[in-house]
């Protein structure tokens, strides 16, 4: 290795990177970045990636690292990704605001975001490449700290210079939020649904009643002068509220708009668009109407309340890694109701769980006319899962064993349908079948919501299981990772015409 180490920081010294060979040592030559009187260049060496630098000045100072023939090889650190924030700009997170397409691509592993940039580089669409909520956090053991470092260099190893960004994803506790703006993300994704009141459906027409009566009289009063049976003209739609329409919107979403206009005072209002501001009101038991979302997107711009998208609860089911379950002809009515709502208030609507809906992807794309926010995240997880039944099948059947065991305790995390019993015995298929297991729904459910507890299982002596295996493997498979990576979401973002 100091062999070799020391002749590729004389390569990087004299400018002959390109014609550098070692057989320990990987060249990312999509890196290489001059400035600040520094090179740098990102390579693989035996003890993982690094930054290898040649200079003087500040930039090179300020870079931690072991000294070689005249140079450093740099970790990639949480020091040293802060100190690449500072000169190469492009390496830092930003903000997109709501005239391009953003796509949460939600790296769970800190791994797929070179495949992603690959993917997306020459689109009309800009890739949140940082995007974990708290709940995925806890899972996979990682740190938000974590997931930024991972995602900025990715950026300077692909030379990636349109710009991407890092979304607290589903946020709704302060310190959570503290956390993650302190820590420089540039989009926050507010999870209002401890504040929506998911009741409501079931009640009686006397209970909503009574439960409306106990609702403050002034609420009442400014809902009802600003909505009730009024009509708003909305693209080519005009939305007539009526008293129950109203009565029902006002006590589901009524607190949940409070909430947001809190949290926007607080912490959204004094960063100057800094920040791309979602609101989440997903997560409810029935699908937000459109009555329902103009009423909430109204209250927000009277309120001074700016957002840059909005995540309605669309019909049917939008469950993970799998296509959508529902009608699609009333879905294609509801979403451009829902679009043209966006449209008029000025912000993207955004589709949470939207990987691997192909089959609405083009009524997304024509609806919202090329501007909207989509969120993935297992997907890019299934595609390392698919590397691993290509390359390693001893390894893919332990894990897949182990997600048949443990299925149940993932359910408490994650809503699916899936049968297990659909899913193909084991035993039954060949070691060169296992791919096959990922095109079949029920197979790509269970591994996916069992990524958390696959990730940390540990045995009696307290190693992992099959978590060291695992980085190994997609370490070595790097390039058929990123393959089907371009593969699998490019798929997504041709069928919504980006």
């Known amino acids: 290795m100091t062999t070799a180490a020391a002749s590729l920081i004389q390569a990087l010294s004299t400018n002959n990177i390109d014609s550098f060979t070692a057989p320990d040592i990987r060249v990312y030559p999509a890196s290489l970045y001059e400035g600040d009187g520094v090179k740098l260049l990102m390579v693989r060496t035996a003890e993982g990636r690094r930054l290898a630098a040649v200079g003087s000045g500040e930039f090179y100072d300020s870079l931690q690292g072991d000294n070689v023939d005249g140079g450093k090889l740099c970790p990639l650190t949480h020091e040293n990704r802060l100190v690449l924030n500072r000169f190469v700009p492009y390496t830092k997170p930003q903000a997109f605001g709501t005239q391009i397409a953003t796509m949460g691509l939600g790296d769970r592993l800190g791994l797929a975001s070179p495949g992603h940039i690959q993917t997306v580089r020459g689109h009309n669409i800009r890739p949140i490449l940082a995007q974990q909520s708290i709940r995925e956090l806890n899972l996979t053991g990682r740190t938000y700290e974590d997931v930024l470092d991972a995602a900025c260099f990715a950026a300077f190893q692909e030379g990636y210079k349109d710009g991407f960004g890092a979304d607290g994803d589903h946020l709704k506790k302060h310190e959570d939020i503290e956390y993650a703006l302190r820590l420089g993300f540039t989009m926050l994704t507010l999870d209002c649904s401890e504040y929506i009141d998911n009741t409501i459906g079931g009640l009686s027409a006397a209970e909503i009643e009574q439960k409306y009566a106990e609702v403050p009289a002034d609420v009442r009063s400014r809902y009802e002068s600003r909505y009730l049976e009024k009509s708003v003209a909305v693209g080519g739609t005009t939305l007539t509220i009526s008293r129950d329409e109203l009565v029902r919107d006002v006590l589901i979403y009524a607190s949940s708009i409070d909430f ?153 995390y994650y809503h699916v349908t899936t049968d297990l019993s659909k899913i193909a015995p084991l035993d039954s298929v060949s070691d060169a079948d296992l791919p096959n297991y990922m095109n079949e729904d029920n197979a790509r459910q269970l591994l996916h919501i069992t990524y958390g507890l696959l990730l940390q299982a540990k045995d009696e002596n307290g190693n992992k299981v099959f978590a060291d295996e695992f980085f190994s493997l997609l370490a070595e498979q790097e390039d058929v990772y990123a393959e089907g990576l371009r593969r699998h979401i490019g798929k997504h973002l041709e069928l919504l015409g980006k």
């Not at 103009?294 to 890694?321: D, H, W």
Request: negative net charge; hydrophobic residues 40%; contains cysteine.
């Open 260 to 412: 947001m206009e809190s949290i926007y005072r607080k912490y959204i209002a004094e960063l100057n668009g800094a920040v791309d501001f979602e609101i989440s009101i997903d997560e409810t038991a029935t699908p937000t109407s459109p009555e329902a979302h103009y009423i909430v997107a109204n209250e927000l711009k009277e309120r001074g309340v700016t957002i840059f998208s909005m995540a309605p609860r669309f019909c049917g089911e939008f469950q993970k890694g799998i296509d959508y379950i529902g009608d699609i002809a009333q879905f294609e009515k509801e979403l451009a109701e829902h679009a043209a709502i966006a449209d008029h208030f000025g912000y993207k609507l955004s589709i949470h769980s939207g990987s691997d809906k192909f089959s609405v992807f083009p009524l997304i794309g024509k609806y919202t006319q090329g501007r909207f926010h989509l969120k993935t995240a297992g997907t890019n997880w299934l595609e390392a899962v698919r590397v691993v039944a290509k390359t390693n099948a001893s390894l893919y059947r332990r894990m897949h064993q182990y997600a048949l065991d443990h299925f149940e305790e993932a359910t408490a």
